[in-house]
């Protein structure tokens, strides 16, 4: 397993930004992508964003594209989320997740963390 942990979240107003941090206290070979991944109350878990350690690639989730950033510090093995113009609907608790696929799918994530709620007001 790969220990994840996520800091960052809180209460921020619509419109503002929040950036989420993601640290991994260790490295292994089943570990090529890290993905964000929300679920709100009464709602499935939703993919955010994924990036891969080795080259930075990225996908985005469509209802976050284009307000949403993610990166990586290989040196400091963890990976942000930069998370700007918030709407109300964002908000959930956000996970990041770590597996050996570049993948939109919750399920092709080995090891998570323990989620950190992001509430965006009106």
């Known amino acids: 397993q790969v220990p994840l942990v996520e800091s960052g979240g809180g209460l921020v107003q619509a419109e503002g930004s929040l950036r989420l941090s993601c640290t991994a206290s260790?490295?292994?070979?089943?570990?090529?992508?890290m993905g964000w991944f929300r679920q709100a109350p009464g709602k499935e878990r939703e993919f955010v964003a994924t990036?891969?350690?080795?080259?930075?690639?990225?996908s985005y989730g469509d209802s976050v594209k284009g307000r949403f950033t993610i990166s990586r510090d290989n040196a400091k093995n963890t990976v942000y989320l930069q998370m700007a113009s918030l709407k109300p609907e964002d908000t959930a608790v956000y996970y990041c997740?770590?597996?050996?696929?570049?993948?939109?799918?919750?399920?092709?994530?080995?090891?998570w963390g323990q989620g950190t709620q992001v509430t965006v007001s009106s």
């Open positions: 997740a770590t597996g050996p696929l570049f993948s939109r799918r919750a399920d092709m994530y080995n090891d």
């Open positions: 260790g490295r292994t070979f089943r570990s090529y992508a």
């Open positions: 990036i891969t350690w080795s080259d930075g690639l990225t």
